[in-house]
């Protein structure tokens, strides 16, 4: 594949600068779009301005949703414009917030895709750096130029691919698909995680590198650190017919798109709003646990994941005697406010409600056991009754 001649786009900027100073550091000046960026001497941080502009450049996704949090959780947050530099400066380089970007843009397209080798504490996978090194190899047999990322954690691999024009994001999945088949190893994570966006739908979204424990590296190198500047100026973005040239190598047809399937219109109850008992409660005190929750606090949680959130809202639901049918609702409406796709599938609902109950009565039978007591109080909620009388029924049988 030929060498990409990288075209500058001048990044966006904030539409109000929050002091003086900040507007005297801004280091863009209008440019012609066919030459490079350039960065005026009067920067103060030049090497920051670069990598912060060649971040804005390279992993362009949808200009007005934005990935925040750290290096456990992240949130959805709505833009009013698009990611600026000074934003990426301040926040993401400055390890103040982590930001994040949804790659599916609205005609279902992408700038850029990854592979994501995760080798968590929880899911362990000690060749996670075996299989992106090998993924790594076959992607240049294929003529094609990665960049890879040690993770936010420090464990975990990103294998990145960027694109000169706008890609299907079916293609981008079905190239990494088949790359991996090609390797015998079974497919991580993949970004875009969708061939095709429902309507209103966002997608999920991915971090940025460079915050926390991320660094460039160069697999052939014994996954020597490359400086951020020198890694981004390296990416060479690959054009259409070099994706249908790898395809063809990897007997990867790519004439038949996926069928999109077809979303029916939701109903009253699919489309819930949260309950009005619900609404109250959080309103009746701001600094209740549950208000905290519901504004995605997450102290006193050793998991800061929003999987558990929603299970401690879930449990102090449960304690407030809100009906299950009503938790149901209010989880489907918190997910949708943070931009949580798994909250999406009343499946996954279903399951933390009932895992909430378990927990509940487990908790609850250990306190009956200091007690010496096998009895439930009168009064509790018909569902916890039933996994209590289940609970127990067990603990005798064993």
């Known amino acids: 594949m030929s060498q990409h001649k990288r075209n500058s786009v001048h990044p966006s900027t904030c539409t109000k600068a929050t002091d003086e100073t900040r507007q005297q550091r801004l280091p863009f000046k209008k440019v012609d779009k066919s ?11 030049p090497e920051k301005d670069k990598t912060a502009a060649l971040l804005i450049q390279l992993f362009k996704g949808r200009t007005n ?61 000690p060749a996670s750096r075996e299989k992106a090194a090998a993924a790594v ?19 975990g691999v990103h294998v990145w691919l960027f694109y000169g024009e706008p890609v299907a994001a079916w293609i981008a999945r079905r190239c990494w698909f088949h790359v991996f088949e090609s390797i015998r190893i079974s497919p991580p994570e993949i ?31 014994d996954w020597r650190m490359i400086p951020p500047l020198s890694a981004l100026t390296s990416v060479r973005r690959i054009k259409l017919d070099a994706i249908h040239a790898a395809a063809k190598t990897l007997g990867c ?31 009746a005190d701001s600094e209740s646990l549950l ?16 999987s558990a959130i929603a299970f401690s809202i879930a449990i102090l639901l449960i304690r407030a005697y809100v009906p299950t ?32 109950y378990d ?34 029924a067990k603990r005798r049988r064993s």
Request: charge should be positive.
């Open 137 to 155: 190899a076959q992607l240049k047999k294929l003529g094609l130029h990665p960049l890879v990322e040690v993770s936010t954690s420090g464990r």
């Open 325 to 356: 049918t009503e938790i149901e609702d209010a989880l489907l409406t918190w997910c949708r406010s943070v931009g949580y796709e798994k909250g999406s599938k009343r499946d996954w609902i279903t399951l933390t409600i009932q895992n909430a």
């Open 191 to 221: 970004f875009p995680r969708q061939d095709y966006l429902d309507p209103g739908k966002i997608g999920n979204g991915i971090r940025l590198p460079l915050f926390g424990r991320s660094h460039f590296v160069d697999v052939e190198d």
């Open 253 to 283: 047809d790519l004439s038949k798109p996926p069928e999109q399937k077809q979303t029916k219109r939701a109903t009253p109850r699919e489309r819930c709003e949260l309950p009005p008992c619900v609404a109250q409660l959080i309103a």
């Open 35 to 45: 030459r490079s960026v350039k960065i005026t001497p009067n920067s103060k941080y």
């Open 359 to 392: 927990q509940l009565c487990s908790d609850y039978l250990q306190q009956l056991r200091r007690r010496r007591e096998l009895n439930l109080r009168v009064g509790l909620p018909l569902s916890i009754r039933r996994a209590h009388s289940a609970a127990v």
């Open 291 to 306: 208000a905290r929750r519901w504004r995605g606090e997450t102290e006193e949680l050793r998991d800061r994941s929003r």
């Open 65 to 125: 949703d934005l990935l925040v949090g750290d290096a456990s959780t992240m949130r959805h947050e709505r833009l009013n414009s698009p990611l600026c530099v000074e934003q990426i400066i301040d926040d993401h380089l400055a390890q103040q917030r982590c930001l994040g970007v949804y790659p599916v843009r609205d005609d279902a397209s992408v700038f850029f895709s990854a592979a994501d080798f995760d080798d968590k504490p929880t899911r362990p996978d």
